[in-house]
């Protein structure tokens, strides 16, 4: 009998941005609704996270692990899913020896929270065009 596995959304990619201009993309939200949408502040440990993608587009999370200017992590669980599933989403910012940086995103928990392999490809397409957005807008900030 063979185990089903649904692998991590992982994407990542260099940009002449410093690892401090990538972080304050990432978690301040006036950055992150000009590439991605509207989102609360990233907070401390067990605060809620909110993201709003308009037309009651809700995703809901906690925070589930800060390390400020360096990474974050926290659930993923669209409100109005049915059956309700919950991701963990991470993002890391590492500064590169040029000055530039290097963003990574892994999306996982896909098989623990019951999704099915389309849920995870549609997320993953989703993902590669919203970081390819925050790629250029941090060149553009260059």
Do not use: C
Not at 103 to 131: F, K, N
């Amino acid at each position: 009998m063979t185990v089903e596995t649904l692998p991590p959304i992982i994407v990542q990619f260099e940009t002449p941005a410093s690892a401090v201009d990538a972080w304050a993309a990432l978690t301040d939200p006036a950055l992150v609704a000009e590439w991605f949408t509207d989102a609360t502040p990233v907070g401390a440990v067990g605060d809620p996270y909110r993201l709003d993608f308009g037309d009651g587009s809700v995703v809901e999370g906690v925070i589930r692990a800060v390390e400020r200017g360096h990474s974050f992590a926290y659930t993923w669980a669209w409100v109005d899913a049915d059956p309700p599933t919950e991701t963990l989403v991470k993002w890391t910012v590492e500064p590169l020896p040029d000055g530039s940086g290097r963003v990574t995103l892994i999306h996982d928990g896909w098989l623990e929270a019951g999704a099915d392999a389309a849920t995870r490809a549609d997320h993953e397409g989703y993902w590669t065009g919203y970081l390819e957005d925050l790629a250029a807008l941090l060149a553009e900030d260059d």
